[in-house]
């Protein structure tokens, strides 16, 4: 075994409390909330325009139909990982509104830039414990002759060489320990680009998997150190992934040779000690 591969086995031996079964089923209340999730984001609104204000309209698409024939209403963006991240604000935002009306019974903080996970949430309910719900988005691959079944790039799970593979140590652009999770959950929306529409987005559709349920073998990167999942949009639904167990899935990415850069190995070192001295000291 390799240094690092030593380092790795040592710090990730917690990892079956991630797999208790508890009285909450956060995936559960998540495919609730989900199917009642309406994208409504339209556009970009610009100031300068050709209305003669005040403006009166009698809905909302009245009003939609206004601002865009007067030239408020630009398109979103269609370049893939800026839309993702408009989809990802609207789906945390609704998200943190419905756990807002559950009157204390959870509770939830929000990551942010470059952050695991995108939303932490807690609560009485979720019986003191956390539960790490992250948020990703995909294209469907259109075929010129054929529904589509695949998306168009693989969804990342994880960033493989930092808190993943070091589950015990809290790492920077971390709530916590990625060990001290009940549950990790991904929100998946997958949805059709459309370029002639200034909301881009058509048949949005929100799935919610266990990441090992639908983890592959491959990196969903040639550049970065990122986890990738199936491309099957039936097997994204289904949790249909390249392994039958959670712990296949977690020894075949931890004995993963990674590379770990500069920065990333000091920060690895730094946390190393500071366990090693807790340790010492306790």
């Given at each position: 075994m390799t240094d690092n591969g030593a380092q790795r086995a040592k710090y990730r031996q917690p990892d079956a409390k991630m797999r208790r079964v508890t009285a909450f089923d956060l995936q559960q209340w998540l495919r609730t909330q989900c199917q009642e999730y309406v994208y409504d984001l339209r556009g970009v609104f610009r100031v300068a325009g050709s209305t003669s204000w005040p403006l009166t309209a009698t809905d909302a698409a009245d009003l939609e139909a206004?601002?865009?024939?007067?030239?408020?209403?630009?398109?979103?963006?269609?370049?893939?990982?800026?839309?993702?991240?408009?989809?990802?604000?609207?789906?945390?935002?609704?998200?943190?509104?419905?756990?807002?009306?559950?009157?204390?019974?959870?509770?939830?903080?929000?990551?942010?830039?470059?952050?695991?996970?995108?939303?932490?949430?807690?609560?009485?309910?979720?019986?003191?414990?956390?539960?790490?719900?992250?948020?990703?988005?995909?294209?469907?691959?259109?075929?010129?002759?054929?529904?589509?079944?695949?998306?168009?790039?693989?969804?990342?799970?994880?960033?493989?060489?930092?808190?993943?593979?070091?589950?015990?140590?809290?790492?920077?652009?971390?709530?916590?320990?990625?060990?001290?999770?009940?549950?990790?959950?991904?929100?998946?929306?997958?949805?059709?680009?459309?370029?002639t529409s200034a909301a881009r987005v058509d048949d949005l559709e929100l799935i919610v998997q266990e990441p090992w349920k639908i983890g592959s073998h491959k990196r969903s990167s040639t550049t970065r150190e990122y986890i990738g999942a199936v491309q099957g949009l039936d097997d994204l639904r289904q949790g249909r992934g390249e392994f039958k167990t959670a712990g296949e899935f977690y020894k075949f990415w931890r004995a993963y040779n990674f590379r770990i850069g500069a920065t990333v190995r000091n920060q690895l070192n730094k946390l190393l000690a500071q366990q090693n001295q807790g340790s010492a000291r306790a």
């Amino acid at each position: 075994m390799t240094d690092n591969g030593a380092q790795r086995a040592k710090y990730r031996q917690p990892d079956a409390k991630m797999r208790r079964v508890t009285a909450f089923d956060l995936q559960q209340w998540l495919r609730t909330q989900c199917q009642e999730y309406v994208y409504d984001l339209r556009g970009v609104f610009r100031v300068a325009g050709s209305t003669s204000w005040p403006l009166t309209a009698t809905d909302a698409a009245d009003l939609e139909a206004q601002l865009q024939r007067h030239g408020h209403l630009l398109p979103l963006p269609k370049e893939p990982a800026a839309l993702a991240n408009v989809l990802e604000v609207s789906i945390a935002d609704f998200l943190l509104e419905r756990v807002a009306a559950s009157d204390g019974a959870l509770t939830a903080t929000r990551g942010g830039e470059r952050f695991y996970p995108d939303l932490e949430i807690s609560g009485p309910e979720a019986g003191g414990g956390f539960y790490a719900v992250d948020i990703k988005v995909a294209q469907r691959k259109i075929l010129k002759k054929a529904t589509p079944r695949q998306t168009q790039s693989r969804i990342t799970l994880y960033t493989g060489n930092t808190y993943f593979a070091y589950p015990t140590l809290h790492w920077d652009g971390t709530f916590r320990p990625f060990a001290d999770y009940a549950q990790h959950l991904d929100v998946i929306a997958i949805y059709t680009l459309n370029r002639t529409s200034a909301a881009r987005v058509d048949d949005l559709e929100l799935i919610v998997q266990e990441p090992w349920k639908i983890g592959s073998h491959k990196r969903s990167s040639t550049t970065r150190e990122y986890i990738g999942a199936v491309q099957g949009l039936d097997d994204l639904r289904q949790g249909r992934g390249e392994f039958k167990t959670a712990g296949e899935f977690y020894k075949f990415w931890r004995a993963y040779n990674f590379r770990i850069g500069a920065t990333v190995r000091n920060q690895l070192n730094k946390l190393l000690a500071q366990q090693n001295q807790g340790s010492a000291r306790a």
